[in-house]
């Protein structure tokens, strides 16, 4: 794996979802603590920065009466809705601090819907920039970051899902997600196995950097 070649795309990492007094962050808060999600990725960021890899932030955002959805939004859209979240120029539709977006780092806008894709011209920067590597982290595991997932697969990149970078609403749709679904369209790894493939590691030199 290139750094060179590679991009971290973090999927709304927002206050909304990560931080206390966020809006949805009761609802993540279990997975986030099995997880260890947030850790995780603030250790990933910095590495892979160092190394040489694209960190890309995908926030979702929207105005205050929610006028870039339908009048009647149903399923997690309407979820969002119901609990005023994500709104520009709110506290919870900031990224949250420890992954406060670095001078090199790139803030993908525009995005109004699941996948990081769709509404967004993250694929036009990940082509231009040569990037061949995406991998994945944030919320929610089986929403967003899976259907980011199906699109990049579709796309024919090279996708990692960071399993222990995600979180959700339930470790029952946590486990189903990681297990069952994300091997169909992707490299599933934990954070550690990912900074040791961009790193360029072998197995004897990640066993023995993780032991010492």
């Given at each position: 794996m290139d750094p060179k070649t590679t991009a971290l795309v973090l999927i709304e990492y927002q206050?909304?979802?990560?931080?206390?007094?966020?809006?949805?962050?009761?609802?993540?808060?279990?997975?986030?603590?099995?997880?260890?999600?947030l850790a995780n990725t603030v250790e990933t960021v910095r590495?892979?920065?160092?190394?040489?890899?694209?960190?890309?932030h995908a926030p979702i955002t929207f105005t205050d009466d929610y006028r870039e959805l339908t009048p009647a939004p149903y399923g997690i859209l309407k979820g969002v809705v119901d609990s005023r979240s994500f709104r520009k120029g709110t506290w919870g539709a900031e990224i949250v601090d420890d992954l406060t977006p670095?001078?090199?780092?790139?803030?993908?806008?525009?995005?109004?819907?699941?996948?990081?894709f769709a509404s967004t011209n993250l694929d036009f920067i990940l082509r231009s920039r040569g990037i061949k590597t995406i991998a994945l982290g944030g919320f929610l595991t089986n929403?967003?970051?899976?259907?980011?997932?199906?699109?990049?697969?579709e796309r024919g990149y090279d996708v990692v899902t960071l399993?222990?970078?995600?979180?959700?609403?339930?470790?029952?749709?946590?486990?189903?997600?990681?297990?069952?679904n994300y091997p169909m369209f992707s490299r599933p790894m934990q954070h550690d196995e990912f900074l040791s493939e961009l790193r360029g590691e072998s197995t004897t030199e990640t066993t023995t950097r993780m032991a010492s």
């Open positions: 206050n909304d979802f990560t931080s206390e007094g966020g809006t949805l962050h009761g609802a993540v808060a279990p997975v986030m603590q099995s997880t260890n999600m590495a892979a920065r160092d190394l040489g890899a694209a960190i890309i670095g001078p090199q780092d790139i803030v993908v806008e525009g995005k109004r819907g699941l996948c990081g929403c967003c970051v899976e259907s980011t997932m199906r699109s990049g697969y399993k222990d970078c995600t979180a959700t609403l339930s470790e029952e749709e946590q486990r189903f997600a990681v297990e069952t």
